[in-house]
């Protein structure tokens, strides 16, 4: 499989509408109500949910997509630079990913019978009071604050090439 020089369109354009769509599910998931026993599920929830969704739906089709189009790495960079960029990347499909489907598997446990954007249903992935779902769906919470994490590490990343290194990293994830 030929490797292009640089991320093209569909690449921008998956990355900038994700990084969107994360700033607001996570503003959604602080500024709703906590969660009870026996809670419905309202709508701020089903709002985040029908975000998470999207965000899933939006990262498999990049993760596809991205399978079919590899990308060269910066020559410039280092070797250490290009093996833990490559490395942090990976690691943020599988949080993004690891992050939505364990707040899936937390609905299914709590019973929840969810839908996208309060139109179309969506299937539990486990039965109500599952003791499986209710582990996976533990695990939401630390992968959110995971996923902050490596986010932070990657965009001081990003700065770093553009304040200390001075390279055009930053530019080929840039519109144009
Ligand atoms: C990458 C996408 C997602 C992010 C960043 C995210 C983030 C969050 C945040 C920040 C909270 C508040 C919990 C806290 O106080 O820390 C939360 C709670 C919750 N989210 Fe998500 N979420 C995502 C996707 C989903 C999806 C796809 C679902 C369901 C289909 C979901 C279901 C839930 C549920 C049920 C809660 C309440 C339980 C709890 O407090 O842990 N989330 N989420
Ligand atoms: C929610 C936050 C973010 C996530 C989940 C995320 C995720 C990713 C992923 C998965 C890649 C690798 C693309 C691939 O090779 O398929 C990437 C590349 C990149 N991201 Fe982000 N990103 C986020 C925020 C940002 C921000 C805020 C910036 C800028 C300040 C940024 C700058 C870049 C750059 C420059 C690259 C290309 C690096 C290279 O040349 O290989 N990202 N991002």
């Known amino acids: 499989m030929t490797q292009q020089a640089g991320y093209g369109t569909t690449a921008k354009a998956f990355h900038w509408t994700i990084v969107l769509l994360l700033i607001v599910q996570y503003l959604i998931g602080w500024l709703m109500p906590d969660i009870h026993r026996d809670m419905k599920p309202g709508d701020a929830m089903t709002l985040h949910i029908s975000v998470g969704i999207t965000i899933l739906s939006l990262m498999t089709a990049r993760l596809i997509w991205r399978l079919g189009h590899p990308v060269l790495p910066e020559r ?3 070797d250490w630079q290009r093996v833990t960029s490559e490395g942090v990347h990976w690691l943020l499909y599988a949080l993004v990913l690891g ?3 364990t707040g899936w598997y937390f609905a299914s446990f709590r019973g929840w019978s969810i839908s996208l954007f309060f139109a179309v249903p969506l ?3 486990a039965a109500e009071g ?3 779902a209710r582990s996976i769906g533990h ?4 992968l959110e604050w995971a996923l902050l994490v490596v986010v932070g ?3 001081a990343a990003a700065i770093a090439h553009v304040v200390i290194y001075r390279d055009k990293i930053l530019q080929r994830m840039l519109p144009g």
Do not use: G
């Open 130 to 132: 599952s003791q499986t």
């Open 99 to 101: 992050t939505t489907m």
């Open 123 to 125: 299937r539990m992935l």
């Open 76 to 78: 410039s960079l280092p």
């Open 139 to 142: 695990l939401h919470q630390l």
């Open 153 to 155: 590490i990657h965009v």
